[in-house]
């Protein structure tokens, strides 16, 4: 019995259809999925301030509170960051004045990578306003007459622990804070800021 020349073509193609499938089905499964590095981060920290108090001296003071931190990446390495922040002292000085500060600031941030590690780095420069209250300027000091709102920056940097895809670590942050509030004599003081806390990614 003899085979046609189109049954023989046939089997042909179908030999060569069955070894050549499963490469093909292999080489679908070995592509990764592309998976984008989440844009937006929410952080909320434990904060520690230290400031001085009246001018002529030190009459340094802390602080303690907590803040939260709004961050969303525009560039590889650079985000838009907001931050809101809120501490109080009841201990101020002999006199036992008590303070609360408030702090609304944004600016920009940049972050990097250690290596292959999961640490990262980053440095901000925040600008903004801040809010006081309490006995240590209501009525007692009738030189701050700006406690509701004042020129407020931070410029500071801080270590962020990556633990998954969307959680890390804020290991610490540390800012120096300035604000602008009327004390009779520079309107200036200079605070130090502390935080960590944790970071979700989304």
């Known amino acids: 019995m003899r085979v046609s020349f189109r049954v023989r073509l046939l089997v042909l193609s179908a030999i060569m259809a ?38 002529g001296g030190c009459g340094c003071f802390n602080l303690n509170g907590g803040s939260v931190t709004f961050a ?13 922040g809120i ?3 009841d201990s101020i000085t002999s006199a036992g004045y008590d303070l609360t500060l408030s702090t609304y600031t944004a600016g920009l941030r ?14 901000q420069v925040l600008v903004g306003l801040a809010h006081s ?16 709102a ?5 410029v500071g940097g801080g270590l962020d622990l990556k633990a998954s895809r969307h959680l890390s670590l804020r290991i610490i942050e540390a800012d120096y804070l300035v604000t602008t ?18 970071v979700l990614r989304f």
Not at 25 to 54: C, G, I, K, M
């Open 110 to 123: 940049y972050r990097t990578r250690l290596g292959s590690s999961s640490l990262h780095p980053y440095g």
């Open 150 to 154: 004042a020129f407020a920056a931070k």
């Open 87 to 89: 501490a109080h002292s």
């Open 18 to 55: 069955f070894f050549a499938a499963p490469p093909a089905a292999q080489a679908q499964q070995v592509l990764p999925a592309v998976q984008t590095e989440p844009r937006a981060e929410l952080a909320a920290d434990y904060s520690y301030l230290h400031s001085n108090a009246p001018p």
């Open 181 to 198: 509030f009327d004390n009779g004599n520079n309107d200036h003081q200079n605070n130090l800021r502390l935080s960590a806390g944790v």
């Open 72 to 84: 969303w990446r525009f560039k590889r390495r650079i985000a838009l960051v907001g931050d809101f």
């Open 133 to 148: 209250s309490g006995s240590l300027v209501d009525g007692e000091s009738p030189a701050v007459s700006n406690a509701g």
